[in-house]
């Protein structure tokens, strides 16, 4: 008994000592390991995303009939689309059409980053909207939020797949349907939130100097809601890479030529037997993505957003 | 509770609509691409397209009701049987995976509670973060890698019915269930470890160790009892991300069940199946967690409805 209640007393004791009362919350969150680590980890896969035709890769599109299933660390020779060849070195090996699994891996990571910020932002813009109205404009609010609740009833995947597969797949189809059912989550926090600062004093403050509403919406109460929602935005990004690559993988997601991570292991699912790693490579860069994001969206959860942080 | 009946008419609307608000003649769509003119003009007459939308609505939501899901474009039955051919495997893999990952994870979250702040706590935070970004269906294939392909001790891939004898059903339900696991097991650990820990910090619990409870009682019988309303709710509200994995599972393991089958219809572009999956798998955790709050009697005798 004595045991853990110390625990607990020291794990209090702690965290009193982590809050130094002049930090800003930038400071705060700068100091914070998970933050650190998630965020070099995300630092570095950007710069490789950047720096993609720098990094000994070839055009990852092009496939050459003559260096297919090659094992990692082979030389092979490639036909340019110019009609040269030319030697290649094949780190992670060749797929079953001839292309450079290396290069696809390394172009994949811009898929990846890509369609999780974007997915992000398109379901915080959405989702904000919506939690706003509904916080704001009493009359709204029953029938969004049940529309809501509706979508919240329906799994992720499900939607994703069904609304792609109603739109035919492209980058701007495949964002938008893993964007939607994670709107519901943001618009039920902003409205939240809502509920609780308009009844603030500045608040009130504002709507007795007749401040017009969209005024204070955009200036009183966005402004507070902000820490939750980037610390929620990075828990979508790291969902949005995850089930795009899934969508890839089932092969309902981008068309098969653009190199994601998950087109690559669903093309690596022929050969598995004697190629597992046309599967594992992928996945170990798509984890360390998540894993990254995940642990960057704990610690900026720690820092930012205490109360959320005791919740779960 | 009551409130399960507009979400569920919800939901009806806006399966409804995902067709009706996609561009295009949503005939032609369901059709497919090889439909002939008079094909689509039959649908669009059985379907009443030249209607009213709320009229089309209450056709549709009539047949709905009465257990009518329309029949498949691409396998030419009546979807309901599709499911009916189909369910026994993900049925099967639910289960099991359920009860793996409850058996699994709330001893763990316990533990982690009871020794807050430890290296076994730390080690289950740790895991659960890993279990969150793991793609399923990377952890399907290192272990049928692993298992199956080296060490040669389960078979790779397929499904037996439970009919063909109980072990070859285990055997095969072994590899998907662990897999499927993984991502359940860290949320319901965490919510565990979480109650758990809260639990830990009232009175009663002092009071048990002070009259001297063996330590594995109090934290049965008084903080896990205590913490497991949150337990029920989360395995419910998990039930959404086990229908989103066994999609993926089915498909890595060769499981003909219904999340092959909704992968199967969208490349078919089978609309009336993926609407009736949609439907059908939202009925399914809808009434999940309807089940779940009724047992919060159970957990929570304060609770009264």
Not at chain 1, 7 to 26: C, G, H, M, N
Not at chain 1, 282 to 289: A, K, V
Request: proline share 5%; aromatic share 8%; charged share 15%.
């Amino acid at each position: 008994m004595a045991a853990v209640d110390a625990d607990k007393y020291a794990a209090l004791s702690v965290e009193s000592a982590d809050v130094r009362p002049q930090e800003t919350a930038w400071q705060r969150v700068r100091r914070n390991l998970s933050v650190r680590i998630g965020g070099a980890v995300l630092v570095l896969l950007l710069a490789i995303a950047a720096l993609a035709p720098w990094l000994g890769t070839v055009d990852p599109t092009m496939f050459d009939a003559g260096s297919r299933d090659l094992a990692p660390g082979v030389r092979g020779e490639m036909l340019t689309l110019e009609g040269e060849v030319i030697q290649h070195k094949f780190h992670f090996g060749s797929d079953s059409l001839g292309r450079d699994i290396y290069s696809r891996v390394i172009y994949g990571t811009r898929v990846s980053l890509f369609v999780g910020v974007v997915a992000a932002l398109v379901s915080l813009l959405i989702g904000v909207f919506c939690g706003l109205t509904a916080g704001y404009l009493r009359w709204v609010d029953g029938i969004l939020m049940r529309v809501m609740d509706g979508i919240m009833a329906i799994p992720a995947i499900l939607i994703a797949i069904a609304l792609v597969a109603m739109w035919r797949a492209s980058l701007v189809t495949v964002i938008i349907a893993i964007a939607i059912p994670e709107i519901p989550r943001v618009a039920r926090l902003v409205r939240s939130l809502v509920l609780t600062i308009r009844e603030e004093p500045y608040v009130e403050a504002a709507i007795s100097l007749g401040t017009p509403t969209w005024k204070i919406m955009l200036g009183h109460i966005l402004p507070n809601t902000i820490a939750p929602l980037v610390v929620m935005g990075t828990f979508i990004a790291a969902s949005a890479i995850l089930i795009e690559a899934i969508l890839s993988f089932l092969g309902v997601g981008l068309p098969p030529d653009i190199p994601t991570w998950g087109n690559i292991m669903a093309e690596g699912r022929i050969a598995f037997v004697q190629f597992p790693h046309n599967i594992f490579i992928p996945g170990i860069f798509l984890t360390i993505t998540v894993l990254a994001v995940n642990i960057l969206g704990d610690g900026l959860r720690d820092t930012l957003d205490p109360k959320m942080a005791k919740r779960i | 509770m009551l409130a399960t009946i507009p979400v569920l008419v919800i939901v009806a609307v806006l399966v409804f609509l995902l067709l009706r608000i996609t561009p295009g003649d949503p005939a032609a769509i369901l059709a497919g691409d090889a439909a002939s003119t008079e094909q689509i003009e039959g649908i669009r007459k059985t379907l009443g397209l030249d209607q009213p939308l709320p009229v089309q609505f209450g056709i549709w939501a009539l047949q709905m009701v009465q257990g009518d899901l329309g029949e498949s474009y691409y396998y030419k039955v009546r979807v309901t049987e599709l499911i009916a051919q189909r369910i026994e495997a993900t049925f099967s893999l639910a289960l099991v995976t359920i009860v793996v990952a409850v058996l699994i994870s709330v001893p763990l979250g316990v533990i982690a509670a009871w020794r807050f702040g430890g290296w076994f706590d730390r080690f289950l935070m740790g895991f659960s973060v890993f279990g969150f970004s793991v793609p399923v269906f990377i952890v399907g294939y290192l272990l049928v890698w692993l298992v199956s392909l080296k060490l040669g001790w389960l078979p790779v891939q397929g499904y037996k019915r439970i009919d063909a004898g109980l072990w070859p059903w285990i055997q095969h339900l072994v590899l998907p269930a662990i897999t499927l696991s993984v991502i359940y097991i860290a949320l319901i650990a965490r919510v565990t470890r979480a109650s758990v820990l809260e639990a830990l910090g009232e009175d009663y619990i002092r009071t048990a160790r002070a009259k001297g409870l063996p330590e594995s009682r109090v934290l049965i019988k008084h903080a896990l009892a205590n913490a497991a309303v949150p337990i029920v709710t989360v395995i419910g509200i998990g039930i959404a991300l086990l229908i989103g994995g066994v999609v993926v599972t089915e498909s890595v393991y060769a499981i003909p069940g219904l999340g092959r089958l909704t992968v199967d219809a969208v490349l078919a572009r089978d609309f009336p199946t993926i609407q009736g999956l949609i439907l059908f798998f939202s009925l399914i955790y809808v009434g999940v967690n309807l089940l779940v709050d009724l047992s919060y009697v159970v957990f929570d005798p304060r609770i009264r409805y």
